[in-house]
């Protein structure tokens, strides 16, 4: 059987038909997975027409994995513009008789499952909560509250009329958005760590350090991550006479707002922008020559650059967001937006190195989980009810 999987990022497409994507959640070796169940996967995604691969990108089709473009967009204006040729697309692809995979939260994503017959099985994995997504400080938008409740309220119908559902988190999502009785159900994050991205050790931490390194990675497409709240409380730290440096890895269009933020706080000297830095060994480079990860976020579902960071065995510290309790003790986690606790456990974690060494410990038992042979089972059987729910309804159906 063939599964119809969409996916809400953006890619772009070649002349020779190759899907081509940045993020590396969004690579092919991604989509391989689905074959351990399905005998080709053809990907319904928006994808932007170039010459050529753009810089930094990484193929997301190939052997086994095919593109299904549709019109590309970047945000509401955008959108509107291509809303006719977009639902065009997504009505003649809702008569597949593929099985269907669909990513949620995504605009057109809800679109493509409002346009399937009635009755139609189809599987959802949640990656996230637009109620988180669009809550207060994390996006500027004059329509945000509208778009806080009408995303979530979409989300939740995606939910209750799936076949089988898998979350990314073992709890959180489920607490907002439940599935009906007798459905299929299970968690399962879509971070897969290789065993070569693993330390072998945990960090160590010595009295007597000198300046502490800290480090964020995350987009600056908005303000989800809260560098603002991160930038604040460095401010804090630093006058409360702590040696502290924070390196920022991410690009988007706040980058630039961001960075005149640090310059405003007075933080020039101490703060650095990497940018958009290569996935995989780039990014662990990074992740090493640091000290402590902070991701004091707004709006998460289980956060890979955390998990990637305890995987290099570095402790960890984040809000009480989303799949973040899933992955921290609640000592090591603050609530949103506030930075005088943000400060406060900054300071509390780098002035004990007995501490640290506990938590690097806790960062790569909890890494580990996240590996490839831990995470297959679920996920192989998330696929066969969406399998086996497809083939009934088509048995029946003709």
């Given amino acids: 059987m063939i599964l119809l999987a969409t996916n809400p990022g953006r890619f772009a497409i070649t002349p020779d038909g190759k899907l081509w994507a940045f993020l590396p959640s969004d690579h092919y070796g991604a989509y391989t997975r689905f074959l351990d169940v399905f005998d080709s996967v053809r990907l319904l995604v928006r994808a932007q027409r170039c010459a050529a691969p753009p810089q930094g990108y990484s193929p997301a089709s190939g052997p086994g994995v095919a593109a299904e473009p549709l019109p590309f967009y970047i ?205 995989g060994p780039e990014v662990y480079k990074a992740l090493d020559a640091a000290d402590l990860f902070i991701l004091p976020s707004r709006q998460e579902g289980v956060p890979r650059a955390m998990i990637e960071a305890m995987a290099r065995g570095l402790p960890c510290i984040g809000s009480t967001i989303g799949g973040i309790p899933e992955l921290l003790p609640p000592e090591e986690m603050v609530p949103p937006n506030d930075v005088e606790a943000l400060a406060k456990l900054i300071q509390d974690v780098v002035s004990d190195p007995a501490r640290m060494d506990r938590m690097a410990e806790h960062s790569l038992r909890t890494a580990r989980e996240y590996t490839v042979p831990a995470l297959a089972k679920r996920r192989c059987a998330f696929y066969r009810a969406i399998e086996a729910e497809t083939k009934e309804w088509l048995a029946r159906n003709g």
């Fill in 75 to 279: 945000g509401l204006a955008e959108y509107l513009k291509s809303y006719l040729p977009l639902h065009d697309a997504l009505r003649r692809h809702a008569q597949t008789r593929d099985a269907i995979f669909i990513q949620a939260p995504c605009p057109w994503g809800s679109d493509f499952r409002r346009n399937l017959p009635p009755g139609r099985p189809y599987g959802l994995e949640v990656m996230a909560d637009p109620y988180d997504t669009f809550s207060p400080g994390a996006l500027k938008h004059p329509l945000r509250p509208f778009f806080r409740r009408f995303f979530s309220r979409r989300l939740r119908e995606d939910v209750e009329l799936a076949c089988a559902t898998s979350f990314v988190t073992k709890e959180a999502l489920q607490k907002r958005y439940h599935s009906v009785n007798g459905t299929f159900t299970t968690y399962c994050s879509n971070v897969e760590l290789p065993e070569s991205a693993v330390a072998a050790e945990p960090r160590r931490y010595a009295e007597g350090r000198g300046a502490f390194h800290l480090i964020c990675v995350g987009a600056f497409s908005h303000y989800s991550k809260a560098p603002d709240i991160s930038l604040k409380a460095m401010r804090q730290c630093l006058d409360r006479g702590l040696k502290l440096r924070l390196t920022f890895v991410g690009t988007g269009v706040y980058l630039e707002e961001v960075r005149a933020m640090a310059q405003g706080l007075g933080l020039g000297d101490v703060v650095t922008f990497l940018g958009r830095l290569e996935a």
